[in-house]
């Protein structure tokens, strides 16, 4: 009877070849089982893959590659389970018990994308299956409830010690936002220490309960208040944007520098506004510049994570509450965002698995 062995196993599910499938997301920890009886093999992996990404080519390839590395001639079945790994962190515990990982969306320069990128950001990662939260941390120009067409109050959740809002949702992503509370014909005139006091609370008194990732989506610019948020927020990494000319990438190294100060790992650069295509000619306009956000990521060695082009149905999603990540899923626009997401998620995960030295633990079998 064959003899398979969690290691020969992994060896084998190395050398598969998929595009939603980073082999080094594969550990000894992601395989749970391996059962042999009579003619077939069963093997339960458990993946930190969103959902979406497990079809059935992959769980043949995962079979295939059993069958081929280590010539077992029997029926084999791969179940993959998918679990998104959790970022360790003293102050998350704390602050967001129930959330995996958070991510900052930010960017040195105002009006670049970031709350475009933000919420299409948590809107693809829901539409493949992740639980997902976002918290508009921009105090001074909320954009979240326009964006995703939400803007009531929030429902009060009385604990017996004590009360909870909770969050609206859209689109299958938890909302909350300084918008759904304060009046738009009064607005606040935040201070810096009220407005890291406000995101704060938008952490600990709204029931965010389970969620893989929680992003934020934060106020432009690297000055005191941007700071004090990346400071009070328990960050797992952070997404920056910018737009392909020089000024605006001059901001976002000051973006990169300030996650440096903290600690926090930058997860990648997203260009917005990277190019144009005529609809009628189908044309290709580089109107603000070529590779800018390519050529930045490289000189700061962090990953480059897609470019965005301009197009009015994006500003007009943006303007309607309709995300286009959500709306024309076959757009180009779309599964840019879409990869986009997955690489933020791939990201994310490797990193928790190297901090959690899984494969020093662990012995075979
Ligand atoms: N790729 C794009 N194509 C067309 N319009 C876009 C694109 N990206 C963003 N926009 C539009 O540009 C405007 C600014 O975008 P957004 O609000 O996302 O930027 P921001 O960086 O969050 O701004 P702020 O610094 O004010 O928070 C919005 O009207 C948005 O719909
Ligand atoms: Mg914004």
Same mark, same amino acid.
């Given at each position: 009877?064959t003899?398979i062995?969690?290691? +020969?196993?992994?060896?084998?599910?190395? $050398?598969?070849?998929d595009?939603?499938?980073?082999?080094?997301?594969l550990t000894l920890?992601?395989?749970k089982?391996?059962?042999?009886?009579?003619k077939?093999?069963?093997?339960?992996?458990?993946?930190?893959?969103?959902?979406?990404?497990v079809t059935?080519e992959?769980?043949? $390839?995962?079979?295939e590659?059993? &069958?081929?590395?280590?010539?077992i001639?029997?029926?084999?079945?791969?179940n993959? %389970?998918?679990?998104v790994?959790?970022?360790?962190?003293?102050? $998350?515990? &704390?602050?967001?018990p129930?959330?995996?990982?958070?991510?900052?969306v930010?960017?040195?320069?105002?009006?670049?994308?970031?709350?475009?990128?933000?919420?299409?950001?948590?809107?693809?990662?829901?539409?493949?299956?992740?639980?997902?939260?976002?918290?508009?941390?921009d105090?001074?120009?909320?954009?979240?409830?326009?964006?995703l067409?939400?803007?009531?109050?929030?429902k009060i959740?009385?604990?017996?010690?004590s009360?909870?809002m909770?969050?609206?949702?859209?689109?299958?992503?938890k909302?909350m936002?300084?918008?759904?509370?304060?009046?738009?014909?009064?607005?606040?005139?935040?201070?810096?220490?009220?407005?890291?006091?406000?995101?704060?609370?938008?952490?600990?008194?709204?029931?965010?309960e389970?969620?893989?990732y929680?992003?934020?989506?934060l106020p432009?610019?690297?000055?005191?208040?941007q700071?004090?948020?990346? &400071?009070?927020?328990?960050?797992?990494?952070?997404?920056?944007?910018?737009?392909? &000319? %020089?000024?605006?990438?001059?901001?976002?190294?000051?973006?990169?520098?300030?996650?440096?100060?903290?600690?926090?790992?930058?997860l +990648?650069?997203? %260009?917005n506004?990277?190019?144009f295509?005529?609809?009628?000619?189908?044309?290709?306009?580089?109107?603000?510049?070529?590779?800018?956000?390519?050529?930045?990521a %490289?000189?700061l060695?962090v990953?480059?994570?897609?470019?965005?082009p301009?197009?009015?149905?994006?500003?007009? +999603? +943006?303007?309607?509450?309709?995300?286009?990540?959500?709306?024309?899923?076959?757009?180009?626009?779309?599964?840019?965002?879409?990869?986009?997401?997955?690489?933020?998620a791939?990201?994310?995960?490797l990193?928790?698995?190297?901090?959690?030295?899984?494969?020093?633990?662990l012995?075979?079998?």
């Amino acid at each position: 009877m064959t003899n398979i062995t969690k290691s +020969g196993a992994l060896n084998a599910f190395k $050398k598969i070849n998929d595009k939603n499938l980073n082999v080094n997301l594969l550990t000894l920890n992601s395989i749970k089982n391996i059962d042999v009886k009579d003619k077939n093999v069963t093997v339960d992996v458990v993946l930190p893959v969103p959902p979406a990404a497990v079809t059935d080519e992959l769980k043949s $390839k995962f079979a295939e590659s059993l &069958q081929t590395n280590l010539g077992i001639s029997e029926n084999v079945t791969v179940n993959i %389970e998918t679990k998104v790994t959790s970022h360790k962190d003293a102050k $998350k515990e &704390q602050l967001l018990p129930g959330v995996k990982n958070t991510i900052a969306v930010a960017s040195g320069k105002g009006g670049v994308g970031k709350s475009t990128v933000a919420v299409n950001l948590a809107v693809a990662l829901a539409r493949d299956g992740a639980k997902v939260g976002l918290i508009d941390a921009d105090i001074y120009g909320p954009s979240i409830p326009l964006m995703l067409g939400v803007n009531e109050k929030p429902k009060i959740y009385q604990h017996p010690k004590s009360a909870k809002m909770i969050p609206l949702e859209n689109y299958g992503v938890k909302l909350m936002s300084i918008g759904f509370l304060v009046d738009d014909n009064n607005p606040v005139i935040w201070r810096g220490p009220m407005a890291s006091g406000a995101v704060k609370q938008f952490m600990t008194d709204v029931e965010w309960e389970e969620l893989d990732y929680l992003i934020f989506d934060l106020p432009p610019g690297t000055g005191d208040i941007q700071l004090t948020l990346v &400071q009070t927020i328990p960050l797992t990494g952070a997404v920056i944007v910018t737009t392909p &000319q %020089e000024v605006s990438l001059v901001d976002a190294r000051k973006g990169l520098k300030m996650f440096n100060r903290v600690n926090v790992p930058v997860l +990648g650069i997203v %260009e917005n506004m990277s190019y144009f295509i005529a609809p009628d000619t189908g044309k290709k306009y580089d109107i603000f510049g070529i590779g800018g956000g390519s050529k930045l990521a %490289e000189e700061l060695e962090v990953p480059f994570l897609g470019g965005i082009p301009i197009d009015s149905r994006i500003r007009i +999603g +943006g303007d309607s509450g309709t995300p286009m990540a959500f709306d024309n899923p076959d757009t180009d626009y779309a599964k840019t965002m879409q990869n986009i997401a997955r690489q933020v998620a791939t990201e994310i995960n490797l990193r928790n698995l190297n901090d959690n030295n899984v494969e020093i633990i662990l012995s075979d079998d």
